[in-house]
């Protein structure tokens, strides 16, 4: 079995690191759960229906804060009218969304 070790120096960088690359948390559990509303798709609803896992929602919201397209988000959500069909471009989390809004 080959095993990674790693120095304490080596994971303090790489912790700094990954810390350093994440957004913030409150802010990207928001934009998750909005781009889900908008597309019809109550995430608290998939869960309680076994279609979703706590774990599974907060790899959603992990995703969220490692993406470089807040803005983008942001602006997309504010433009949407009605409910929409996909999730903004990019988004990390497109395929976990689509398919929680099609119907079970």
């Known amino acids: 079995m080959h095993q990674r070790k790693f ?7 790489a912790t700094l690191m990954m810390t350093h690359l994440l ?4 802010l990207h559990f928001w934009l998750t759960r909005s781009v889900a509303r908008v597309m019809g798709v109550s995430l608290s ?8 896992t706590a774990n599974d ?18 602006q997309w959500l504010g433009s949407q009218k009605d ?3 996909a999730p903004p471009t990019g988004c990390a989390n497109a395929s976990i969304f689509q ?3 099609r119907p079970h």
């Open 99 to 101: 398919a929680l809004a």
């Open 23 to 26: 957004g913030d948390a409150g």
């Open 45 to 52: 609803e998939a869960m309680a229906n076994d279609r979703l």
């Open 83 to 85: 409910v929409a069909g």
């Open 7 to 13: 120095d304490k120096t080596t994971f303090g960088k």
């Open 57 to 74: 929602y907060a790899s959603m919201v992990t995703a969220c804060r490692q993406c470089a397209l807040v803005e983008n988000c942001q």
